[in-house]
């Protein structure tokens, strides 16, 4: 368990309805600092940048997808100890097993509701070494 709270949250999509959303429930309900990153080509910087306690990553995205992306931030030394957690569509056991394959600390599937995204965050966050 990490020993600070779960403040900044880094959150990779495309979508500016689902953008809005998550935004919303993570500063308004969880009280959290949120960097949203439109652009996965950009993320990698934007992360960086941010410096968030972990990152959000959708599955589905133009250009590239965010297991693309996250087999990306592992080869970067900056990026490479984040805790990622992929909130998607995709939620077929094949589909989960891959994304737990890869090392992603949680999933979130959509549709998800608001009002428990902060604390389903941190109760993934809660179980990190």
């Given at each position: 368990m990490p020993d600070r709270p779960l403040n900044r949250?880094?959150?990779?999509?495309?979508?500016?309805d689902i953008q809005r959303i998550?935004?919303?429930s993570l500063e308004r309900v969880g009280k959290m600092t949120v960097e949203v990153v439109s652009d996965p080509t950009l993320a990698i910087q934007a992360i960086t940048e941010f410096k968030p306690d972990l990152v959000?990553?959708?599955w589905?995205?133009?250009v590239?997808?965010?297991?693309?992306?996250?087999?990306?931030?592992?080869l970067?030394?900056?990026t490479s100890a984040l805790p990622v957690v992929f909130i998607t569509a995709k939620a077929s056991s094949?589909?989960?097993?891959?994304?737990?394959?890869l090392g992603a600390?949680?999933?979130i599937s959509k549709p998800f509701n608001p009002k428990d995204l902060p604390d389903h965050l941190r109760a993934i966050w809660t179980k990190l070494p």
């Open positions: 949250i880094c959150y990779v999509e495309d979508d500016e998550v935004r919303m959000m990553l959708d589905m995205m133009p590239m997808d965010g297991p693309t992306l996250f087999r990306q931030m592992k970067r030394p900056e094949r589909e989960l097993d891959e994304l737990k394959s600390a949680g999933t």
